[in-house]
């Protein structure tokens, strides 16, 4: 998209639309949520692929995550945050942020948890996980962008001002930006680089989901569905690689999420990507 295109776009603010579904674009389809780790690898090696392909991405048959000795989150305690002006103001915004928690009630207790077991090592089972609570936040909401510099800081004076909770070993902040709100970490911008992302501020793990309203980021799905199975995505790699590349991490292929990128399944009524399993060699 030209430069002048892109700034017209983001000028004005996007709004939830009731019964929103996303769309196709051609050659803009589906890409892969990518690592900052795995960013920054593309960058150094030039990779001449077009991420925005359009097409499930199948599955190495050599990819092989191995462990790097790194913090795992056996048993996450997501907590969502709904940060932005928008979210809450209407009953679609609402619907959305409700289908959101839900997926993660249901989903942290589901199969999908099952299959990460066998990324467990001595003393670091992965089993379920939980959904904390949930909250909207429109003070200091952004305009236009974020960084992830920014998002960082502001994750800080939410733990600290106790409007999240405090840190565990397990706790897992989900950040969901407005519509029109555009992502920039690690050189790249959301919808043109990446469709979300997860990181790590010290022990502090946290994911960012950008709404998803450009033809990069979805797929001919629901817009829930679509952020169910991104958010899934970030899941995983959150749980096997926390501190992105420290964990279950394969160095050609990324983490256990960018592997399968884009292939999809439904696991207890939802939307999810399906995942990198050593044991079976194959994504399942």
């Known amino acids: 998209m030209p430069a002048r295109a892109v700034r017209a776009a983001q000028a004005k603010p996007k709004k939830f639309a009731a019964e929103e579904y996303v769309r196709i674009a051609p050659l803009h389809h589906p890409k892969p949520a990518y690592s900052i780790d ?3 690898r593309l960058r150094r090696e030039g990779e001449p692929q077009d991420l925005f392909d359009g097409q499930p991405h199948p599955a190495p048959t050599d990819a092989r995550l191995t462990y790097r000795n790194g913090p795992l989150l056996t ?4 907590f969502t945050v709904f940060w932005g002006k928008l979210w809450g103001g209407t009953a679609t915004s609402r619907g959305l942020m409700d289908g959101i ?3 993660f009630a249901d989903i942290l207790v589901s199969p999908l948890l099952d299959q990460l077991g066998e990324y467990g090592v001595p003393g670091k089972t992965i089993g379920h996980g939980s959904l904390t609570g949930s909250t909207a936040i429109s003070a200091n909401a952004p305009a236009g962008s974020v960084t992830d ?3 960082k800081q502001q994750l800080r004076r939410w733990i600290a001002s106790r409007a999240v909770p405090k840190i565990t070993r397990n706790t897992l902040y989900f950040i969901y930006l407005d519509p029109g709100i555009v992502s920039i970490m690690g050189g790249g911008r959301s919808c043109q ?3 979300g992302y997860h990181n790590d501020a010290g022990k502090a793990y946290y994911a960012v989901m950008p709404y998803p309203t450009c033809g990069g980021c979805l797929g001919g ?3 829930l569905d679509t952020m169910t199975g991104t958010s899934s995505h970030e899941l995983c790699e959150a749980i096997t690689d926390p501190v ?3 964990g279950w991490y394969d160095d050609v292929n990324g983490e256990i999420g960018d592997i399968c990128a884009w292939n999809f399944k439904q696991v207890a009524g939802h939307t999810v990507q399906m995942e990198w399993s050593n044991h079976k060699r194959k994504c399942v």
Do not use: T
């Open 38 to 40: 795995e960013l920054s």
């Open 75 to 78: 048993k996450v305690e997501v």
């Open 101 to 103: 928690n839900r997926f």
């Open 149 to 151: 510099s920014a998002l």
């Open 193 to 195: 680089s990446y469709c």
């Open 221 to 223: 799905l629901a817009a």
């Open 244 to 246: 992105p590349g420290a």
